[in-house]
């Protein structure tokens, strides 16, 4: 038992170090860093261009990077996870590594894995260039980073896992691209929307009352991944929305390899 655990390990350590390899080599790792060298540029260079710079404190240098991380792990998920498993069927490179002795269950666990470790490095790379930035600009770091990077993993987590599942769906690259960057950045918020303004009392009226408590939809990925900016200026239960943002990606992770094992070339 030992032993047949090691050897699909060891395949799927095969199939991530591939998969890895094809995404450095490929076009959308250019695309990804040129979006996160562009971000970083436009957030640091144009307050200086515009007018006095960035701000000294270090809890608002902090918030004005972090508000982007949501757009930038949305992206990797698009660029990378969405693309990971219906690109073999679509290259029919599916077709050769069936026919050799490896576990289906090797081969997404590689492909995934591979992604999976893609976008953490990113989210922490970023995190770590705000870090240095905003110690050189304010000679600090907020301590609540911490935090809303914990927070940014999860929801790398979650939404690759959403995005994985698109892929084991579609048939086509370009058709899970688009679908997932469509999902993750307009269904599911949309959807939490309804449900908070469903759930609101009809006897509460939002425009003569501002200061409403809205129903909170707190289940939603879109909602509990507010936590990684809310984190740095209010109290987030950091336990739950990191719980939420796991178990949509685990779901939806679990789904995705039933999928790819019944699914044939």
């Given at each position: 038992m030992k032993e047949g655990v090691a050897d699909d390990l060891r395949q799927s350590y095969v199939v991530m170090k591939n998969e890895m390899t094809k995404f450095f080599r490929g076009k959308r790792m250019l695309l990804f860093l040129g979006l996160v060298v562009t971000v970083l540029l436009l957030i640091t260079v144009l307050p200086y261009a515009l007018g006095d710079g960035l701000s000294k404190d270090p809890k608002e240098i902090i918030q004005t990077y972090i508000s982007f991380v949501y757009l930038l792990v949305l992206l990797a998920a698009t660029l990378f996870a969405s693309v990971t498993i219906v690109s073999e069927y679509e290259e029919r490179t599916a077709l050769i590594l069936f026919t050799r002795p490896i576990k289906k269950s090797s081969i997404f666990l590689g492909k995934f894995s591979a992604s999976l470790i893609i976008g953490i490095a990113f989210v922490g790379l970023y995190y770590l260039l705000v870090a240095l930035i905003s110690l050189i600009v304010a000679g600090g770091?907020?301590?609540?980073?911490?935090?809303?990077?914990?927070?940014?993993?999860?929801?790398?987590?979650?939404?690759?896992?959403?995005?994985?599942?698109?892929?084991?769906?579609?048939?086509?690259?370009s058709t899970s691209t688009i679908i997932t960057f469509v999902i993750l950045l307009m269904i599911l918020p949309i959807i939490s929307a309804v449900i908070i303004v469903s759930l609101t009392p009809e006897s509460i009226d939002v425009f003569t009352n501002p200061d409403v408590v809205f129903y909170d939809a707190w289940w939603m990925l879109d909602q509990a991944s507010n936590a990684i900016y809310g984190v740095l200026s209010t109290t987030v239960n950091v336990a739950r929305e990191s719980l939420v943002m796991v178990a949509w990606g685990l779901a939806s992770t679990a789904v995705a390899f039933i999928l790819f094992k019944r699914k044939e070339f």
């Open positions: 770091v907020d301590s609540e980073m911490a935090k809303s990077l914990l927070l940014a993993v999860m929801y790398v987590i979650g939404t690759f896992g959403v995005a994985i599942l698109i892929s084991s769906i579609m048939k086509k690259a």
